[in-house]
Every structure is written in C-alpha cells, then in structure tokens.
T-cell receptor, first 114, second 112 residues
C-alpha cells in the first residue's frame, strides 16, 4: 500500500498562474481532506470530501477549488495563484464511517508563488 | 477564534527524561482527541488518541491524559529519545462531524 500520495512535491508559480495539486489514496477511505500548513498557524483545513461526489468548505477555502474525481482521488486547484498561497499543502484521508479514527496524511506539496 | 491551542511553541528536554506537551481546547462538543508527530519534509503521522469517555490512554512510551473539566490534554513521553525530536500537533474532533481541528504545534527537541 502506498497510502496517500501527492504530486508534485515542489512547485514554483508566478502570480496569476493556475495549477492543480493531485492526491490519491489506496486505503479505500471515504473521506479526503486538503490542508495548508503555514509557520505558527498549524494545519488549516481548506476543503474536504466526506464521500465520493460531495465536497465542503473548510476554514480557509477562498482562492481554491476541489474535485473529488472518484473514491481514490481528490484534487485541489488554484485558479489564479497569489503570494499568500505560498505554503505547504497536505492531503489526508480517513475511513470516515465513525468519528473515532485517525486521518492519514500524504508527504506534502511545497508551493511557492512569486 | 482558535478552538485548539498549544501555547508552547517549543520544548527542549534531555534524553531519558520526561517530555510533557500540553494542549487546551474551548469547544465542549469535542469528543475525540489525537496527537500527531511531524518530521521536517514529511506529512504528519498519527501517534495516539483518546476519546472523551476516558481520562488516560497509554501506548508504550506515550501516554495521553484528558481533563475534561479543565478542557486540557497532555502528551507524556517517557523516556524521551533523540528520535522523538519533531513537531507535535494536538487535534480534536466533534461528534458526528468529519473534521479535525488542529493546534499550532509544539516543536520538541530531545538532546543527549
């Protein structure tokens, strides 16, 4: 099992460019999440998907869109990147049937917007 | 309004001694709490959890204590090892929701 995989690992964008961060999990999990981590801010939830076909906003959704392509894949899109979106992005998944289970995280994508 | 708070950004402990990491929360609806460990350039990994019906959960060198009346939990690592040097995040979940709320993290350094 690869667990949660993310591509790319690193990306540099210019302001106004667009890109999609890819995430896939092979654990048959129902729920998937996108977080960003910034110094002194912890992990903040951008969007999540409780099941295939559903998505919901998290704490910091502005400037992002998501697609739950199928049960395995959950992508995060930046339509017009801004320097404030420079961050490390983590995807996570969870079985989701019960509240009492943990999330599993991918290795992260380090994004710099110039 | 931060619902999960880790007020100590960093902690330095000698190898073999106890490390105590603290976490406070404000939402009385939280019923499940987790600790994650994060090394540089890696994703967070689950360490230990506790549900609100318990006040202690132990797994090897790691023990989590929950004080519901004080809305406080702590992670004890005994004995601390250099490999425990990492950032530790506290997280909380509310019943029947699909989200975790994370604290800002505490960087633990264990020195020889």
């Amino acid at each position: 099992n690869a667990g949660v995989t993310q591509t790319p690992k690193f990306q540099v964008l210019k302001t106004g460019q667009s890109m999609t961060l890819q995430c896939a999990q092979d654990m048959n999990h129902n729920s998937m999440y996108w977080y960003r981590q910034d110094p002194g801010m912890g992990l903040r939830l951008i969007y999540y998907s409780a099941s295939e076909g559903t998505t919901d906003k998290g704490e910091v959704p502005n400037g992002y869109n998501v697609s739950r392509l199928n049960k395995r894949e959950f992508s995060l899109r930046l339509e017009s990147a801004a320097p404030s979106q420079t961050s490390v992005y983590f995807c996570a998944s969870r079985y989701g049937v019960s509240s009492y289970n943990e999330q599993f995280f991918g290795p992260g994508t380090r994004l710099t917007v110039l | 309004d931060q619902q999960v708070k880790q007020n100590s950004p960093s902690l330095s402990v000698q190898e073999g001694r106890i490390s105590i990491l603290n976490c406070d929360y404000t939402n009385s609806m939280f019923d499940y709490f987790l600790w994650y460990k994060k090394y540089p350039a890696e994703g967070p990994t689950f360490l230990i959890s506790i549900s609100s019906i318990k006040d202690k959960n132990e797994d090897g060198r790691f023990t989590v204590f929950l004080n519901k009346s004080a809305k406080h939990l702590s992670l004890h690592i005994v004995p601390s090892q250099p490999g425990d040097s990492a950032v530790y995040f506290c997280a909380a979940s509310e019943r029947n929701t699909d989200k975790l709320i994370f604290g800002t993290g505490t960087r633990l350094q264990v020195f020889p």
